[in-house]
């Protein structure tokens, strides 16, 4: 029951260098998301997946891409990773409209991310 | 488009005295409301949520809020609180009736760190 799982949970990285931060989960949800937290402004939502193959632009998404290839996964990707992406990454899910009452979300650990 | 205002960043209490976290949030539609919890270097844990029905929701750890339309608050309150309620507090809001294709994402406020003093 393992829930949302992300990885790496820790990360440095030098100014320019790409990665991708992987978020797996295994409650068969359709929707998927990626936030990041930064102290004072809480989480803000980066890129969002409705389902397979779609993805959208959130609230703060420059700098990062997404693929949801498989419905169990949702990537986010830094291209040329900068100072200013230092943060606590958070990746959520949840399932379609179904019955009220399971109606959550579901968040994994967390990615901190350095870039220096 | 939806907001969420947390109108305290911090919040110093002592042990066993009570505590409210207030929660503002602005939406042209029904929401959904939730409170989470994360204690320092840990994720996001569910506090409670109110979905409809009774105003007044329980949660865990003795937390309860209490959900007011008419002035579109979500407050938190613990009558007691205790050395480990120390953590910072979100409050969130998500739009269930909103388009598919509008993901019904969670927006969060700033947080709301509580510091309990012995």
């Known amino acids: 029951n393992a829930g949302v799982t992300q990885t790496p949970k820790f990360r440095v990285l030098k100014t320019g260098q790409s990665m991708t931060l992987l978020c797996a989960q295994d409650?068969?949800?359709?929707?998927m998301y990626w936030y990041r937290q930064d102290p004072g402004m809480g989480l803000r939502l980066i890129h969002y997946s409705v389902g397979e193959g779609t993805t959208a632009k959130g609230e703060v998404p420059d700098g990062y891409n997404v693929s949801r290839l498989k419905k169990q996964n949702f990537l986010l990707g830094l291209e040329s990773a900068a100072p200013s992406q230092t943060s606590v990454y958070f990746c959520?899910?949840?399932?379609?409209?179904?019955?009220?009452?399971?109606?959550?979300?579901?968040f994994g650990s967390g990615t901190r991310l350095t870039v220096v | 488009a939806q907001s969420v205002t947390q109108l305290d960043s911090q919040v110093p209490v002592f042990e066993e005295a009570p505590v409210e976290l207030r929660c503002n949030y602005s939406s042209s539609v029904s929401v959904y409301l939730f409170w989470y919890v994360q204690y320092p270097n840990q994720g996001l844990q569910l506090l409670l949520k109110y979905l409809s029905g009774s105003t007044l929701v329980k949660g865990i750890n003795g937390f309860e809020a209490e959900f007011n339309k008419s002035q579109t608050s979500f407050h938190l309150r613990k009558p007691s609180v205790h050395i480990s309620d120390t953590a910072e507090y979100f409050c969130a809001v998500s739009d269930p009736l909103g388009i598919k294709a509008a993901g019904n994402k969670l927006t969060f406020g700033g947080g709301t760190r509580v510091l309990v003093k012995p």
């Open positions: 409650m068969n949800h359709e929707y």
């Open positions: 959520a899910s949840r399932p379609a409209q179904g019955k009220i009452s399971n109606y959550g979300y579901t």
